[in-house]
């Protein structure tokens, strides 16, 4: 079937070319032969286009581009069929690296710098956003920052594009959560440890995360906090009331993207008009089926329904799928 139109919008300031590999083992001063390698596409919001292709539901991942790695970023996402916008920038974007352990299954990820933006590059940024808004019914502001870009940029981007009919998602942490508290957030997707971060405090059960999050409602313009909480599921607080939603039993192959993919099963409940809940159990799903996936790879399409309809007893209803 025809994939909808772009309903969701997702902006990466910090995105990544993703490679990895494996090796029998990991172990200091000496060469460690590995077995082929996988480039991928990389970053918050960029995960959460691929996944939302894969759900059926078109999307436009607009990402900051620079280099030659840029440049096979963006052969990347075209080859998965994501409709994108690279905002171009002198610096070449980073790379990451993720390692399998294959005698123990560990994973061990590094990630390198990203590149320093120029004012003018921020700015470009910017203007990118608030041309490519009006078609989108969910925007989703997903990762870090990137050097040269002031912990300010989300709140001032979500000043400017939030409106009654348009939904903005955040996934970031530390001061650049901090410091978009005071604009129209509709949800912030913190994991625990982020959300302690942002309270001040450690948060030991559901009545503390409860507290938490409405203490945070009240006193900030955000309107909906779901905080991940990784095999346990995640807990949705909105106005004063409270849920804890359990993660399905799966097996665990890798916890790469899982976040990402969580957010983009959110975003694709809201932009076809579920209740805050209602996405957060499809986001619990796509979270789970990229958790089966292994090493970089993220969730497939059969998974997430499967897991969805065992989990709420629903059907995703067929607005198109692909992948």
């Known amino acids: ?58 999307t436009t991942a607009a990402y900051v581009c620079g280099g030659a790695r840029g440049n096979e970023l963006a052969r990347l996402l075209e080859e998965e069929d994501v409709a994108q916008c690279p905002i171009p920038i002198e610096s070449p974007i980073r790379e990451s690296l993720m390692v399998m352990e294959t005698i123990s299954n560990q994973q061990y990820r590094f990630s390198f710098p990203g590149p320093r933006l120029e004012a003018s590059e921020v700015e470009r940024c910017i203007a990118a956003m608030r041309a490519l808004a009006p078609e989108s019914r969910v925007i989703v502001l997903s ?33 650049a959560l901090k410091e978009a508290l005071g604009s129209p957030v509709f949800l912030i997707k913190p994991n625990l440890g982020e959300f302690e971060d942002l309270v001040g405090k450690s948060l030991p059960d559901d009545r503390a995360i409860a507290d938490a999050a409405r203490r945070l409602i009240d006193e900030s313009s955000v309107e909906h906090v779901v905080v991940s909480l990784g095999a346990g599921g995640v807990a949705v607080s909105w106005g004063d009331r409270f849920e804890r939603i359990a993660s399905p039993t799966v097996p665990i192959r890798s916890r790469v993207g899982a976040g990402d993919s969580a957010v983009a099963g959110m975003a694709y409940g809201l932009a076809h008009k579920m209740n805050v809940y209602e996405a957060a159990q499809l986001g619990v799903a796509a979270g789970a089926a990229t958790v089966m996936s292994p090493g970089t790879h993220l969730c497939r399409s059969s998974d997430v329904e499967r897991l969805y309809r065992d989990m709420t007893g629903r059907v995703l209803s067929e607005r198109g799928r692909s992948g």
């Open 1 to 58: 079937m025809a994939p909808q139109p772009n309903l969701v919008l997702t902006l990466t300031m910090n995105p990544s070319l993703d490679k990895s590999t494996e090796t029998g083992r990991v172990s200091p001063n000496r060469k460690l032969r590995c077995q082929g390698i996988l480039q991928e596409p990389g970053g918050g919001g960029i995960n959460v286009s691929r996944v939302l292709r894969r759900l059926g539901q078109s």
């Open 143 to 175: 990762g870090s920052l990137p050097p040269g870009v002031p912990s300010s940029f989300y709140g001032r981007l979500i000043t400017e594009l939030a409106s009654e009919n348009r939904a903005v998602v955040l996934d970031t942490s530390g001061e």
